[in-house]
């Protein structure tokens, strides 16, 4: 049982939800868009939001700015979050139209208004739950298109409330984080999808 819960942290790992996300839209969109503009996408979005920030971390590890991935001390977490609102800032700009794939865009721009807000909580000492955060925002995405797009995607949406589950008990088993930031890192993940919603649903 130990095992399965620090898995969850693993499985669902913030860096993953973008790509999560944008995979999942592609799936089940019933626009037609070209398989090559998917692949480009698909791959952009790996490159930016993995593949950098894993690359990064090294990197920062190497010059002791920060000592683990869990980033466990409140104040390693300025500079990854600094280079995360850097980097989607960035698929903003340039990887989604907001007229193309408004869905998109604005689930971008969401998940840029989370980790400012993460950003912020950490400037006055606050950590949130990073995995909650990421999880939580990609729920309620979800769920928006689901509603958008009139398509019956329960199976996902179980899944994904399941995961959310999942890595609060498993960040509360490692002891990574309180409840209380647990219950933040959720809020901080879902208000800006919600506030998105009304440029797109």
């Given at each position: ?86 980097l989607i800032l960035l698929v903003v700009k340039m990887v989604f139209d907001p007229y193309d794939t408004p869905e998109m865009y604005y689930f971008y721009v969401g998940i840029l208004f989370s980790s400012i807000s993460a950003l912020i909580l950490v400037l006055f000492k ?76």
């Amino acid at each position: 049982m130990d095992r399965f819960l620090r898995l969850g942290a693993y499985v669902l790992h913030p860096l993953l939800m973008p790509i999560l996300g944008t995979a999942i839209y592609f799936y089940i969109t019933p626009r037609y868009i070209d398989r090559e503009i998917i692949q480009s996408k698909l791959l952009a979005i790996f490159i930016i939001t993995f593949l950098i920030p894993v690359v990064t971390y090294f990197l920062l590890k190497n010059i002791g700015l920060i000592q683990t991935s869990q980033l466990e001390d409140v104040r390693e977490r300025k500079f990854p979050l600094m280079i995360q609102c850097l980097l989607i800032l960035l698929v903003v700009k340039m990887v989604f139209d907001p007229y193309d794939t408004p869905e998109m865009y604005y689930f971008y721009v969401g998940i840029l208004f989370s980790s400012i807000s993460a950003l912020i909580l950490v400037l006055f000492k606050i950590k949130v739950s990073l995995h909650q955060m990421g999880v939580a925002g990609l729920t309620m995405f979800v769920i928006a298109l689901s509603i958008h797009f009139q398509i019956n995607m329960l199976i996902w949406i179980g899944l994904l409330l399941f995961g959310n589950g999942w890595v609060a008990s498993s960040r509360l088993s490692t002891y990574s984080h309180t409840v209380p930031e647990l219950v933040l890192g959720f809020f901080v993940g879902v208000v800006p999808q919600l506030l998105m919603l009304q440029f797109w649903l």
